[in-house]
């Protein structure tokens, strides 16, 4: 095809691209170059929590590129305060500071670098700064070399060696190894608590109540990575509140479904106490400590503050979580056994397989082999491992169109040859 050619020829091939050329989106519909109709349950990876193009951000973006597009961050553009402001006061709902970054992983950047400075705040006792961070194993926290340190997995690791030094990787749930890890150099522990790209895996209740244990215990810093669980794809507007919502963290990261679309991230930091003088943690990243040309310009922020206020004036996270039962329910009476269970909360969903009842083609994955499937049949759905297919619909969805898609899949596995 030509679009095909077109990316052979001026494309780098980071990516191994579907054979879908997308032109249109609507609600929880993409249309390809040929006309096809898809239901899409992939959403640019948790990316569009309203569905595609949904009206009120249209108009949003449209009335803000119309006024303001971009200006620095050495001024006050209103809309990002406004945005931190919905932010803290509506979904985070503890007080602490906001920085506002392209990406994901940019956004855990920024809480790498946050970890750093408290750890020369805070050194070891000889005087030496912390500079550990202990991470899980199956986590992924972004692609630049910070984030990729980071992440415990060395496939996205490989060829780029040497990491960053200070990072040491888990494993998940594991209250034994969490235990014995703490050394004098750690200074933060960061998750997922649902993991997504690893395998969409739940913290324990037990693991996140002994992280913050460990935390408040070895004075370290706790961190939560929400780019793709937060703003009520869980069901609240923070995924960790699902698991364990006495817990309060020091800093969070977030991308992907609080920009609708547009490329946004953030990190917040708490405005706890870090010494007897009253120094708020969100203090210690002071005037040149970070930054970020694009980061909070007043068009992103237009279209993150409508997507947040539309999440939380209709309640989407709730309907997450209605949602989520009737997937569960349905899934359930089919009694397949090509699925071994279904993993997640709200509209963050693994559906894991069983590999022996997939067939595969040598080099391919029990997920990618479904995920190819699937998009034969019109469904658009992301792997997640080896051996997982994610369900990432818009919050918006109906329960239409969640039938619709769980026929498709019911079909395509009951017709594997």
Known sequence: MEMSRKFDNHVLATYKRLPLAPVRGEGARLWDDSGRSYLDFCMGIAVCSLGHCHPRVTSAIKQQAETLVHCSNLYQPAIQAELAEEINLHHVCLPGKNFFSNSGAEANDGLIKSARRFGHRR??????????????????????????????????????????????????????????????????????PIQGEGGVHIATHAFLLEIARLCKKHD????????????????????????????????????????????????????????????????????????????????????????????????????????????????????????????????????????????????????????????????????????????LPPLNVTAEEVDEALSILLDTLTNLA
């Open 123 to 192: 050194p070891m006792a000889d005087g030496s700064p912390r500079t550990e961070m202990l991470t899980f194993q199956q986590s992924f926290h972004g692609r630049t070399l910070g984030a990729m340190s980071a992440t415990g997995q060395k496939k996205i690791q490989e060829e780029f060696d040497p990491m960053l030094l200070g990072f040491r990787y888990l494993p998940f749930n594991d209250l034994t190894a969490l235990e014995t890890a703490i050394r004098p150099e750690t200074v933060a522990i960061m998750l997922e």
């Open 220 to 391: 370290l810093l706790l961190f939560f990575d929400e780019v793709q669980a937060g703003f009520g794809r869980c069901g609240d507007s923070m995924a960790w509140r699902m698991i364990a919502p006495e817990i309060e963290p020091d800093g969070i990261s977030w991308a992907k479904g609080m920009g609708g679309g547009v490329p946004i991230g953030a990190f917040w930091l708490s405005d706890r106490s870090i010494d007897d003088h009253g120094t708020a943690l969100s203090s210690i990243m002071n005037h040149g400590s970070h930054g970020s040309t694009y980061g909070g310009n007043p068009l992103v922020c237009a279209a993150s503050l409508t997507v947040l206020r539309e999440i939380r004036e209709s309640n989407l996270g709730a309907h997450a979580l209605a949602m989520e039962a009737r997937i569960r329910q349905t899934i359930e009476a089919w009694k397949l056994p090509h699925i071994r269970e279904v993993r997640g909360k709200g509209l963050l969903l693994g559906i894991a397989l069983n590999a022996e009842f997939i067939p595969t083609q040598e080099g391919s994955t029990p997920s990618m082999t479904m995920v190819h499937h699937l998009l034969t049949k019109g469904l658009l759905v992301p792997a997640a491992g080896a051996d997982a297919i994610r369900l």
